[in-house]
């Protein structure tokens, strides 16, 4: 795992707002309007254990600004979930709904606790029992949660039919990446490890060189990470190496990234299997000769500490707030393109839109049309990303920022102040 000193994320998200506030011409009220959260709700409550006994858990949901639509972000259940790391979630997921330009404000939330110690039934019992302590803020027109770290479509079905269950009827529209059984859209599982694809896939175009036999790695191979590695296999690239929590397997000739991924999903642990693979640190990971870097894990892995030995050509962000802006200066001096978070990542909240869509119109995508959709709107979105990049040489991630904060704010202009 990687040493992580304990960044702030909701600082660095802070941070950041300053950075692109200087390209906007925006009153300080407006920014300073723009780095808080509006609504916040802290719970703590308890639920009943396997052995008979009854344990307290401290969740969080949190809505950043519902400008420009209702409230919307994953829920994640880790041991490290803090106020400031969700109010940070919360912040990046305005600006990504922007970025993609869906009707979409930010929220996030999450519960600590650990999950991998937990039973099936317990993890049911703290998910329904935290919807409905936070009830009073979800419902489809005014905050949709979703799977972030930990959580999977199971997660969603219990909160859905939680909050049917208050309601008195079904509330499909509730929640995204739900089962298909239970209103999901076909696509979503796959939607953000394919967005990331796509938007690696452009940069390579952008800088003139080809999928095949690109050395990619991966740290993470869960939702984001596993997806992604999968489908750059496909497509010809080759996945040199891969990580969960506790290590990172590397083959510089390239992996059998199915197999290393169908044994972790059923034995819940990655194993070395083939002759030329070693084990690796994921700090060692995260320093290896690649063309393309996917940090798909968690916050503040890419630091002022080890940035400086980074050796990708490409950065494509899959984690949210993978990098620091610290960080961000140095991979920058070093001429490392860099896809950020709100915009790579994307693809989850922009298939999650598709999916609260066919529920409040009560249709069915195939999952073709999901996906032709899905690559429209990353391709635009990069091209608008790059094209203010370009034309105002600024860094990718600073252009993301202006085009998402910038819609953000439009919206916040054109409603006005009330009263
Ligand atoms: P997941 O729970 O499916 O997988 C998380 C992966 O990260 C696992 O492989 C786990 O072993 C690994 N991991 C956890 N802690 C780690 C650590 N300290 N060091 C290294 N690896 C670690 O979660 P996910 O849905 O794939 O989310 C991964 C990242 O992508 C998160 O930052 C999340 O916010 C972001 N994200 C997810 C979605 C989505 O649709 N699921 C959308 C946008 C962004």
């Not at 305005?94 to 930010?106: D, E, L, M, R, Y």
């Not at 693809?347 to 996906?371: A, R």
């Amino acid at each position: 795992m990687a040493e992580l000193e304990k960044i702030n994320s909701f600082d660095m998200a802070k941070k950041q707002v300053d950075i692109a506030s200087k390209y906007l011409n925006l009153a300080p009220g407006f920014v300073e309007n723009l780095k808080v959260t509006k609504r916040e709700l802290i719970v703590h409550f308890p639920v009943k254990m396997d052995d008979g006994n009854i344990r307290v858990f401290t969740g969080y949901r949190v809505q950043h600004n519902v400008s420009r639509g209702p409230a919307k972000g994953g829920i994640r259940y880790h041991p490290d979930v803090d106020l400031d790391d969700v109010r940070a979630l919360a912040m990046w997921m305005t600006w990504k709904s922007a970025v993609v330009n869906i009707p979409f404000g930010g929220a996030k939330g999450g519960v600590q606790c650990n999950p991998k110690e937990m039973s099936l039934r317990e993890i049911e019992n703290m998910t329904r029992r935290f919807t409905w302590e936070i009830s009073m803020m979800l419902g489809p027109e005014k905050d949709i949660p979703a799977p972030d770290v930990y959580t999977n479509p199971q997660v969603m079905a219990w909160i859905m039919d939680t909050f049917s269950i208050l309601k008195g009827y079904s509330v499909p529209g509730v929640v995204t990446g739900k089962p298909i059984e239970l209103g999901g859209s076909l696509g979503r599982f796959e939607a953000t490890g394919r967005g990331v694809v796509i938007t690696a896939l452009e940069t390579l175009k952008y800088l003139k060189r080809s999928i095949e036999g690109t050395k990619v790695v991966i740290q993470g191979c869960g939702n984001v990470g596993g997806v992604a590695a999968r489908h750059f296999n496909r497509l010809g690239a080759k996945v040199i190496a891969i990580s969960d929590s506790q290590k990172g397997i590397y083959n510089e000739k390239g992996l059998d990234v199915s197999r290393i991924l169908d044994y972790k999903a059923k034995n819940q642990c990655l194993v070395c299997e083939e002759k030329e693979a070693t084990e690796i640190t994921n700090q060692e990971l995260l320093e290896l000769d690649c063309d393309i870097l996917v940090p798909a894990a968690v916050e503040n892995q890419i630091t002022e500490k080890n940035a400086p030995r980074i050796k990708a050509k490409i950065i494509a962000e899959g984690a949210n707030g993978p990098t620091t802006p610290e960080a961000d200066e140095i991979l920058n001096d070093k001429g490392i393109f860099i896809v950020p978070d709100i915009l790579a990542n994307a693809g989850g909240v922009t298939v999650s839109y598709f999916e609260w869509v066919q529920n409040l119109q009560e249709l069915i995508w195939s999952e073709e049309e999901v996906l032709d959709r899905l690559t429209r709107i990353m391709q635009r979105s990069f091209k608008e990303v790059l094209d203010l990049s370009l034309s105002k040489k600024i860094p990718m991630r600073t252009a993301a920022l202006v085009l998402g904060i910038g819609r953000v704010a439009e919206a916040t202009r054109l409603r006005g102040i009330y009263p």
